[in-house]
């Protein structure tokens, strides 16, 4: 079987950033594009709690599906397995620079949310007691400090 796409990037070498994992076509024509929302450096630091991403991507993704410029192009946002990020689908053919300014007001919002999380109720979520907002707001906050802030076309591109 050949390695999909996503597991020949080296892992290694890969800062924390905005990249485009991948650009698909639908048979309808449209282009989705993947990124990866990276905000930990694999195999490097660790890996974010399982429990900040279930709160982040529950905030993010009622964020996201609600921003009035880009909520029609919102496809999917969730967690990475590895849970070193998340990825985000959106229609169009988009690059991280496009994205930027929106990542930076998701992040924002995730950091600064008070209140109850939506959705995060036995009736809407399968495991709607597994969050951590305090964590995914600090690694929200984290991410904007050290990555957004300081974005480098390092932060970009995947590595060579």
């Known amino acids: 079987m050949e390695k999909i796409a996503s597991f ?16 698909d076509v639908t048979p309808s024509g449209d282009v989705i594009t993947t990124f990866d929302i990276r905000m930990t450096e694999p195999n490097r630091q660790p890996a974010l709690s399982p429990r900040a991403l279930h ?9 996201l599906r609600n921003q009035p410029e880009w909520r029609d192009r919102i496809v ?21 620079a496009d994205i930027l300014p929106l990542m930076r007001e998701t992040m924002e919002f995730v950091a600064s949310f008070e209140g109850e999380i939506p959705g995060a109720t036995p009736r809407d ?13 600090k690694a929200a906050r984290v991410y904007i400090d050290e990555v957004l802030d300081r974005i480098t076309p390092a932060n970009l591109q995947y590595p060579q």
């Open 125 to 137: 979520c399968g495991n709607y007691s597994y969050m951590d907002l305090d964590e995914a707001r």
């Open 76 to 96: 999917y946002w969730g967690p990475m397995g590895c849970c070193t990020g998340n990825y985000l689908l959106m229609q169009g053919e988009l690059t991280p």
């Open 8 to 23: 020949t990037i080296d892992h290694n070498r890969l800062l924390r950033g905005i990249y485009v994992s991948r650009h």
């Open 55 to 63: 709160a982040m991507e529950h905030l993010a993704a009622t964020y």
